[in-house]
């Protein structure tokens, strides 16, 4: 007999989050919800998690079998009424990963631009693919110099962050900077967030914890000739070489891209409205 598989779509609120929450919209480009836009199979098995922001032109962030010897064995779970968050949601990555296939839309991150971005995380121990490359996002070029941007742990569960201007393959060089923040504890929640200055020349990478007071900051030689490629939650880029291999194992309930960096108050207002609702 024919297995069939029930998929379940969760209705993508119409009512603009930016409006309830008050985040601010200007640069807004992304905002994946854990309770929201999700398609899910094989019960709690997240097939696609669509961007809340509906005017950006990548939306759906879907599951890649491709690379992978087992279908859907690439799809994150859906963890419902977290206790730690509030009662809201979070996806469980397990080495896995949701990918947009707008091939261009996240270029501008890093070519001049700048941007912010900011996770609602938990890592969990990490099993060791590539040594300390344990994303949970990402949109490197698949090949030649790896260019874009990522988010990281190292194996201890260190986050850390940077981006890839394409000028040399080196990890970790000038041209491949990292900024580190103090070790995560496995199984809690933190607000993780980086920012990258605007403009050519040398842009500041800083990284958050829980604050808007940077723990770190790193520079970056900006290359506007670069070529990201697409951006995946949970892995550093779409991987069909080696799914998993460079992957977070962790839970994201929200993960948030301006294409702006946001000033300090503002960013310090973004982070109030996270804690106060996740926290």
């Known amino acids: 007999m024919m297995k069939i598989t029930k998929f379940v779509r969760v209705l993508v609120c119409t009512t603009s989050i930016v409006a309830s929450e008050e985040l601010p919209s200007d640069g807004l ?6 309770a929201k836009g999700l398609t899910l199979g094989d019960g709690d098995k997240v097939a696609s998690w669509r961007n809340q922001v509906a005017s950006f ?3 759906d962030f879907v599951k890649r079998d491709e690379g992978r010897g087992v279908a859907g064995s690439g799809r994150p779970s859906l963890r419902k009424d977290v206790a ?4 809201q949601p979070s996806l469980v990555f397990l080495q896995q990963e949701l990918v947009c296939m707008n091939e261009d839309a996240f270029d501008q991150l ?3 631009k700048g941007h912010t971005w900011i996770a609602v995380l938990a890592v969990h121990q990490q099993r060791v693919g590539v040594k300390d490359v344990n994303s949970f996002f990402g949109n490197l070029r698949n090949g030649e110099k790896y260019e874009g941007v990522w988010g990281c742990v190292n194996d201890d569960n260190t986050p850390w962050w940077g981006c890839r201007n394409g000028l040399t393959f080196g990890r970790f060089d000038v041209n491949n900077p990292q900024a580190l923040g103090p070790v995560l504890e496995p199984n809690k929640f933190y607000l993780v967030a980086g920012r990258m200055s605007a403009g050519q020349g040398i842009a500041k990478l800083e ?3 829980n604050s808007a007071k940077a723990s770190s900051a ?3 030689p900006v290359n506007p000739k670069s070529n990201p490629s697409r951006m995946a939650i949970g892995q550093e880029r779409d991987a069909i070489q080696h799914p998993g291999k460079e992957s977070f194992d962790g839970e994201i309930a929200r993960f948030l891209i301006w294409d702006k960096p946001l000033d300090d108050d503002a960013l310090k207002k973004v982070l109030e409205i996270l804690r106060k609702k996740y926290f």
């Open 218 to 220: 790193v520079d970056f």
């Open 29 to 34: 480009i992304l905002d994946l919800d854990a």
């Open 57 to 59: 032109t990548a939306q």
């Open 110 to 112: 890093t070519t001049g």
């Open 84 to 87: 730690e968050l509030h009662g």
């Open 207 to 209: 990284l958050f914890i």
